[in-house]
């Protein structure tokens, strides 16, 4: 699978490292209607999406 820009998105690294600043909250919102993540997202094998849906409390496109 070819590496897609969420993978190693800047902005998800700042949510990583402070997940209650003010770029972690927007990553945090953005991802419920980025069409990028969501078809990365889908992309994944079920355990790495479990993982991250549980990582970052991500209810969506399971």
């Known amino acids: 699978m070819a590496e897609k820009p969420c993978s190693k998105c800047p902005l998800r690294a700042?949510?990583?490292?402070?997940?209650?600043s003010?770029?972690?909250r927007f990553w945090?919102?953005?991802?419920n209607i980025?069409?990028?993540w969501k078809a990365?997202?889908?992309s994944l094998p079920q355990e790495?999406?479990?993982?991250l849906a549980a990582q970052y409390?991500?209810?969506?496109?399971q």
């Open 14 to 20: 700042k949510y990583d490292q402070n997940p209650a």
């Open 48 to 51: 790495e999406k479990k993982r």
């Open 34 to 36: 980025c069409p990028g």
């Open 28 to 31: 945090r919102w953005h991802i």
């Open 40 to 42: 990365w997202f889908t």
């Open 57 to 61: 409390d991500f209810r969506k496109y």
């Open 22 to 24: 003010l770029v972690g």
